[in-house]
Every structure is written in C-alpha cells, then in structure tokens.
C-alpha cells in the first residue's frame, strides 16, 4: 500500500487522544496478517495494510466499549459493522476515530491451500490487482485475483471505508463482479429437501466451538448468549444436527437486518461450513422487503428496531 507511511503518520498524530488503535501486523508468515493493538509510537511501525488483511477490527469493539478511546484502520466492509453498532446505539461516535483506505480486496486462505495445497510451501505470491502469481518449489503460476479472493470481493460495493474519520491515498473503483453471490445462487435453485439434506450434511460436521459467534462483531450478547444461558436452558449442549442447526437459525434469526455480511463467521469456522449462505440469504430478504442494507448509514434505524404501520416497501393486503 502506497500509502502506509501517510496512513502511519496520521495514526501518530491521533493516537495521543486516543487508547488504542487496532489496525494488523504481519503474522508468523508472508501469507498472513494478525491483530495489531497500537498503544505507542514504537507499535505504529508494525502496522501493514495488504491483501492479506482479513481479520475485521471491528470484533474487538464489544471488549472496548465505555469510555475508551479507540482508533481503528478499517476496510469498506469491515466499516459497515461500526455504523451497524453505532446505529443500534451500542457505540458513541465521540469515542471512535476511523482510519479508512480503498480496498481492492483480500485474499482467501481456503481457496489458496485447495489450489496450491499446504500454505507452508508457497515461497511467494505476487498480487497486481487484476493476477496474482505463486511461486511453489520450481513452479511460478499467474491465477486471476477473482478466482483467489475472497467471495465478499466478489459482490462489494463498498470497496472503500464509509464514514471515516480519516482517509488516505485514493478512492479504490473496484467494481463488483456480479450483483449476486454464485454459491447462493447455485444453493437457491436446489430444491427445499434438497436444501434441507445439505443443511443436515453441514451442521452434523458443526463442532459448535462458537468461533462463528466469537468472531462476529454484531454478537454483543456476550454473558447473555442464549447458547450459553443455563437458567433458563435454552440450547442442548449436545453436539448433534438438530441442535447445531438450532443454534444456526438462532443466530441468524439474531442477525437478521444486522448482518453487514463481512464473513467473519464463515473465516473463523475451523470445520469450513458455509455459514454465509444463510447470512447471505437473510440479507437479501431484508433488501428485498424493506429496501435496507446493513451498515451503509448510521442516520438510518434498522427496519427491526422500529414499529410502523405501513411499511412504504410492503404492499399490504386488505
């Protein structure tokens, strides 16, 4: 990122006012980013800003709400989940100090290690916007970037950072690829026992560890967690597909005109279930019925969380 040394100096100069500024740092490889907590100047120079950033900042906001102080470096995506919280009240602006940039989008780990196998092999990888070249022992292989990102990219409308504090370099003009999602698409034209098998397949691999739940930025239930709440006892502890598929629909259902689809659930889920399908899917209804998208304006109230008697987007039936 051309940019990075502008976007540091301006970290720097904000981050007397502030007490944190979570942005990303590079892990313990080439092909991997991990969660940078800037707390002083030394901390600044560790950050980057690369393909490879995929970790939303904004999931660590529900640990840093009241009172504090927080910057944070964010994508066009990962915004949309800060405005989602501020227009459920759940943030105050005044504490929040945003740093955006345009994106041109992020890389999928899953699609890399399927094509190119174990990521320890791959020597190097090249990103020039439109390819995106591997090195793997002797073999040097050019992929298009649409086949390597992550399907997010695919659609996003919001490549660069909406409402922010401030903004560097230039505005990315990435356009979406499709309007809709091909794997959503594909599920749709299944029929519903069909959808229903599919689901049964997917939730009797589900080892209900949460890191769906935990990476969300929109689960701010914490301690209060119906899958968690013992008195009363909502959800079986058991493991099996009635009571996975149960907790699924629970959180959707809670997610339900809330979702920026960011796909932090889907990243974190270690067994690899499409989760995003019925995020996916209950985002479009909420498009559809009440013309709402999720996180794009923090003026606006979420179609859930206000009563009116005619709805201008639903023809009522007499």
């Not at 976007?7 to 590079?26: F, M, N, S, T």
């Not at 499709?178 to 691999?205: P, T, Y």
Request: charged letters at 30%; hydrophobic letters at 35%.
């Amino acid at each position: 990122m051309q940019a990075l040394a502008e976007l540091k100096e301006q970290i720097r100069q904000a981050l007397p006012d502030l007490d944190v500024v979570i942005g990303w740092q590079q892990g313990f490889d080439a092909l991997h980013t991990r969660p940078l907590f800037i707390r002083s100047e030394e901390d600044i120079d560790k950050l980057v800003v690369n393909e490879f950033c995929v970790v939303n900042p904004a999931s660590y906001l529900r640990e840093l709400r009241g009172g504090k102080k927080v910057g944070l470096v964010l994508k066009g995506c990962d915004s949309r989940s800060v405005i989602e919280l501020l227009q459920e009240d759940l943030l105050k602006e005044e504490d929040l100090t945003i740093f955006g940039f345009g994106c041109n989008g992020i890389l999928n780990h899953t699609k890399l290690q399927a094509r190119f196998g174990e990521l320890g092999f791959i020597q190097s990888i090249e990103n020039d916007g439109a390819n995106v070249t591997v090195v793997v022992g002797d073999n040097k292989e050019t992929v298009p970037f649409t086949e390597l990102c992550a399907d997010k990219c695919l659609t996003c409308v919001y490549p660069n950072t909406l409402q922010c504090s401030h903004f560097v370099g230039e505005e990315s003009t990435k356009k979406p690829e499709s309007e809709k999602n091909k794997a959503l698409e594909e599920f749709e034209k299944l029929s519903l026992e069909e959808r229903f098998a599919f689901w049964q397949d997917q939730m009797r691999r589900c080892i209900r560890c949460y890191a769906c739940r935990n990476a969300c930025p929109m689960c701010v239930c914490k301690d209060h967690c119906i899958a968690n709440s013992r008195e009363p006892k909502w959800l079986s502890e058991e493991v099996d597909v009635q009571n996975n598929f149960m907790f699924q629909l629970i959180h959707v259902m809670h997610l339900t005109g809330r979702c920026v689809e960011c796909g932090e659930c889907e990243r974190a889920c270690p067994m690899d279930i499409p989760i995003m399908l019925l995020r996916r899917k209950m985002a479009g209804v909420i498009r559809d019925v009440f013309a709402y998208n999720a996180g794009t304006n923090a003026e606006d109230t979420p179609p859930l969380m206000c009563f009116k008697v005619e709805e201008p987007t639903i023809e009522e039936r007499h």
